[in-house]
């Protein structure tokens, strides 16, 4: 006979279940990672799943290239890559050559970015406003600009436009084609251009690194260097390696800088094979690209992975103040500014200067005072309004900021949200699943994405509104095509909170929100604001996700600047490109204004 | 055997239905819109006019951003009018409309885009845009310009060669380009890289009889093909094995032009030589001794559109001598009478060798030449 104050199995197991939801809404990341899995399964899942179902199924452009119907499977595509006599021009060559300029770049720009993110947060380099500004600038340009402005400086009379260089034309030395075109130039360019992230990432984790680690180390007798490699290195690797994943991946993805540096010299990528294909309206073969790019980076994040779980997480931000060391240069002080301003002059305000220049120049190519003109600022050219006064590219520009601006704020957010499931469950299988699930659609080609998000919301689906043409769309393709730099940025940030403030909280009686509000996002602002302005600026530029998407009502400015280029205006293109470095520049001021928070210090006002 | 014949009628209605339906749809729709069988002799544009004012902004899809300032000129003649403009690559258009076509949306008013192959394989056979053609336009230009939608102009790539250096194109046969004086020496942009390379040799290959009879007369025999299908293709592999200079984008090669010694050779566009006008670059057309590409863009409706008397205004506009003058001269007009605007004076009769794509087969020529062009370079 069972006593009434005995609970039965039944009740048990229930009282059990009631104590664990109790005790799950205590640890909130394991709601807040199936949660986010369930949103992400849909809005990057499905995608990918339409990659992957639409790589075996013919599809109605090559109906008559294959002899089949539409949407029979066939593995015509996957045969085209790796087992055709096109594979070798098409897929294997390709393959090396990104394998090549991947490793380059990648170790080329995280030396880059680990550098300047050292001697800014921990050297006494002189000019340091200055220089974290210009850092980001590379990453603002728009990258054909700084590979048109590479080659403007190497090229030879004998290749390419057949115009002798800046070098040629100074010092009279015709620098060797492999200087101009092919894969060094790709690396350098691709270098300069996302060192941003690594530095931003970087030196956002560097200033949290306790200096009475590193004093302690000084006293047992360690060299800087030895210090740097045992104390500081280990301390921020997790941040290196979330820069080494994003640095990759956007040089895996990018098309501007291998086509113009590499297509004069048959020099393919993945990547120009895979915009050749998509630009050709060829997706079965795109489709293919973008599953291997995607294989790639799932071994690289894995790796990554297995690196950073195999090691012990430090905790830098205890809660118990820490002093930030700064490190005297001594005699190096000068020589290494030196180096350093001029990296940053040839890679931020070279190409700056020719934008300017360019957009000022009433016939392009003619670099005489006489030839300048405001015209394609103010004025009117042939048949065109200078871009301050023609009413379609300002209203373009409002639209640009209202959507990089969303973006840029919701994946901050997010991202940090996410960093913290994953790093809360880290070592869990719930939490990789959600890390890899937030990197995909970083690899999937903007273009690719919108045409799959254009099918996807023009209808409703199930409670889910048609999205189609509105700007929400728009937004929210470009969120989640966004989402990895800002889940990047937020794992690495939360790589470093310590446990022990969010607990102490938790024992005062701290729900979740008053916990995240209170303690996580401020602790966090440096990485919130990185993951912000690698979003923000990444959307102002973008065109071809947008592409597919926009109205008349919500056309961007980068749409503009393609029909320009395209009849030849570079001047009133050029003229844009300076707009949305101001707006993007501007935006960052305003960032960090307001948040009374610098990437560099990471927090500001503590 | 009733069982099976009762299936099949079910199978039917389910496949057949909705076509009949649609059919029946777009039939009520082309009525009501006055278009295709029901478009009327005479058309009364003041009851278009006042028609359209009451319809919804109408939905533009173009490849040009020309239309801005086309659109805003209609507007000013007629006040009231609702139209907005999208200027986006032609491949993208094609994209989005078979996209929202296919999920059900009818949202595009007016296509106004070239690519005219990819027309016929997509959007034709989904009935996704028609025809129309305004009366007065009709009688004035050759039946085959209407069909089976209307052409908006026609768009010329051709050769070019460096008009300070030489009187004349520095070379007598097209073939010339492939030997040993043109090594490196020719420039075009990728055939990856927009529409220009890939459809000016697309031309090539559908005239590869041309091509070959060119080939004997330059080298006196007959012509041996490399792995190659014609004559067409042999050309363009040639080319590429003669170290042909690939650049990333037209501008270029018109810079590659204008900075060329010696004798050398560009293909591009014929509406590059605005900037030569412009005094940015240097170069001229050889209209003799080769082959100049004509293309065209189409001009339609969107079927199902809600505003289909604001379209006919649009079309009606762009198609006229005084609406379409911002191309007039770069890209030639369907009705020849019109006035070129300085400084394009050539018409398509003062070129000698005029190859007109041929659209129902130029995306299979395409798609080898697509295929081929990394393995021949």
């Known amino acids: 006979?069972?006593?009434?104050?005995?609970?039965g199995p039944g009740t048990l197991w229930l009282r059990r279940r009631v104590n664990s939801l109790k005790l799950l809404w205590h640890l909130p990341h394991r709601i807040m990672a199936w949660a986010f899995i369930l949103v992400f399964a849909y809005l990057i899942v499905v995608p990918v799943i339409e990659i992957v179902i639409g790589?075996?199924?013919?599809?109605?452009?090559?109906?008559?290239?294959?002899?089949?119907a539409i949407g029979e499977w066939t593995v015509f595509y996957w045969e085209r890559a790796f087992a055709s006599p096109f594979s070798q021009s098409i897929f294997y060559e390709p393959l090396r050559n990104t394998v090549v300029v991947a490793s380059g770049y990648t170790l080329l720009s995280m030396a880059l970015g680990v550098a300047l993110a050292w001697l800014l947060v921990k050297t006494d380099i002189p000019f340091k406003k200055l220089i974290s500004t210009a850092i980001i600038v590379p990453f603002i340009l728009p990258s054909w600009s700084l590979a048109l402005a590479w080659i403007a400086v190497f090229r030879n009379d004998q290749i390419g436009v057949g115009a002798p260089g800046f070098i040629q034309g100074v010092f009279g030395y015709a620098p060797p084609d492999w200087m101009t075109y092919g894969p060094i130039p790709i690396i350098f360019v691709l270098a300069i251009n996302y060192a941003a992230f690594t530095y931003l990432i970087t030196a956002a984790s560097l200033t949290t690194v306790d200096a009475a680690l590193e004093e302690a180390a000084e006293l047992k007798g360690a060299t800087g260097f030895m210090r740097f490699r045992l104390i500081t290195l280990p301390l921020i690797l997790p941040a290196i390696g979330s820069a080494f994943i994003l640095t990759l991946a956007a040089g895996l993805s990018t098309f501007g800088v291998p086509a113009f540096l590499g297509s004069p010299v048959n020099y393919q990528t993945l990547s120009t094979s895979l915009y050749a294909a998509a630009g050709a309206g060829r997706f079965g073969d795109a489709y293919v690209y973008i599953i291997v790019l995607i294989v790639i980076s799932l071994v690289a994040i894995y790796a990554n992975a297995r690196l950073l779980g195999s090691r012990r997480q430090f905790t830098t931000m205890t809660g118990k103040g820490a002093v930030r060391k700064i490190a005297p240069l001594g005699r190096w002080r000068w020589p290494i500014t030196a180096v350093v301003l001029t990296l940053l002059f040839l890679g931020a305000v070279v190409p700056i200067v020719m934008l300017v220049w360019q957009s000022l120049q009433l016939r392009l190519g003619d670099y005489s005072l006489s030839n300048l003109?405001?015209?394609?600022?103010?004025?009117?050219?042939?048949?065109?309004?200078?871009?301050?006064?023609?009413?379609?590219?300002?209203?373009?520009a409002w639209n640009s900021i209202r959507l990089s601006v969303s973006v840029g704020i919701l994946t901050a957010f997010v991202g940090v949200l996410v960093g913290y499931a994953i790093t809360k469950g880290r070592g869990s299988r719930l939490a990789r699943v959600l890390e890899q699930v937030s990197f995909l659609p970083y690899l999937i080609p903007g273009i690719a994405f919108g045409a799959i998000y254009l099918s996807m919301w023009a209808q409703p689906r199930g409670i889910l509104p048609a999205l189609y043409g509105t700007f929400a769309l728009l937004v929210l393709a470009a969120f989640v095509n966004r989402l990895p730099f800002a889940t990047r940025t937020g794992i690495a940030a939360m790589m470093q909170v310590g446990p022990a403030l969010e607990e102490a909280a938790q024992l005062k009686g701290a729900g979740v929100v008053r916990r995240m509000r209170s303690i996580l996002f401020p602790l966090v602002k440096g990485g919130l604001l990185a993951g912000f302005i690698l979003s923000f600026v990444s959307t102002i530029k973008d065109l071809s996700l947008v592409v597919l998407l926009i109205t008349p009502r919500t056309v961007v400015l980068p749409v503009i600047t393609?029909?320009?280029?395209?009849?030849?205006?570079?001047?009133l293109a050029d003229a844009i490109s300076v707009l949305i470095i101001v707006i993007v520049l501007g935006g960052t001021f305003l960032a960090q204004w307001l948040t009374k928070t610098d990437p560099l210090t990471g927090f500001g006002d503590r | 055997m009733q069982r099976i014949t009762t299936v099949l009628a079910v199978l039917a209605f389910f496949v057949f239905g909705p076509l009949v339906a649609f059919s029946a749809d777009y039939d009520a729709w082309l009525q009501a819109a006055e278009l295709g069988p029901y478009q009327p002799a005479v058309e009364d544009w003041d009851a278009i006019y006042e028609r359209a004012q009451q319809e919804p902004p109408l939905l533009v899809y173009a490849h040009t951003s020309r239309i801005f300032d086309a659109v805003e000129e209609l507007l000013e003649d007629y006040p009231g009018l609702q139209i907005e403009a999208l200027d986006m690559p032609g491949q993208e258009i094609i994209e989005r409309v078979v996209r929202e076509w296919d999920a059900g949306r009818r949202d595009i008013g007016v296509a106004f885009m070239a690519l005219p192959w990819l027309q016929h394989e997509l959007l034709l056979p989904r009935q996704a845009v028609t025809r129309y053609v305004p009366r007065e336009l009709e009688a004035r230009i050759p039946a085959a310009d209407t069909e089976p939608l209307l052409k908006h102009r026609f768009s010329a790539s051709g050769w070019m060669y460096n008009d300070a250096n030489f009187d004349s194109a520095p070379w007598d046969n097209i073939w010339e380009l492939t030997t040993e004086p043109f090594r490196n020496r020719v420039v075009v942009s990728d055939i990856f890289g927009g529409a220009t390379t890939p459809t000016h040799f697309t031309g090539i290959v559908q005239f590869s009889d041309e091509m070959e009879r060119l080939y004997e007369a330059f080298f006196g025999e007959p012509i041996e093909l490399h792995g190659t299908a014609n004559a067409g293709e042999e050309f363009v592999r040639r080319l590429l094995q003669n170290d042909m200079r690939v650049l990333s984008s037209s501008r270029e090669v018109a810079e590659a032009l204008t900075n060329s010694t010696g004798p050398f050779a560009g293909m591009t566009v014929y509406s590059r030589l605005r900037e030569v006008a412009d005094g940015v670059y240097q170069f001229a057309v050889d209209t003799q001794n080769s082959p100049v590409v004509v293309a065209y863009h189409y001009i339609s409706i969107g079927s199902f559109t809600e505003s289909p008397n604001t379209a006919k205004l649009l079309v009606r506009h762009l198609t006229s001598e005084e609406g379409g003058h911002y191309w007039w001269g770069a890209n030639f007009p369907v009705d020849t009478s019109?006035?070129?605007?300085?400084?394009?004076?050539?018409?398509l009769d003062d070129f000698e060798k005029v190859w007109r794509i041929d659209a129902d087969t130029a995306s299979d020529v395409m798609d080898r030449l697509l295929d081929y062009w990394p393995i021949w370079r």
């Not at chain 1, 790589?55 to 089949?68: K, L, P, T, Y």
């Open chain 1, 562 to 571: 393609m029909g320009f280029a395209e009849l030849g205006y570079r001047q």
């Open chain 1, 1 to 7: 006979m069972k006593s009434l104050t005995t609970p």
């Open chain 1, 55 to 68: 790589s075996f199924q013919v599809r109605e452009r090559d109906v008559r290239r294959i002899g089949a």
């Open chain 1, 373 to 396: 003109t405001l015209a394609y600022w103010i004025g009117q050219r042939g048949d065109f309004s200078g871009i301050l006064v023609e009413p379609r590219i300002l209203s373009a």
């Open chain 2, 338 to 347: 019109y006035a070129l605007e300085e400084p394009f004076t050539l018409t």
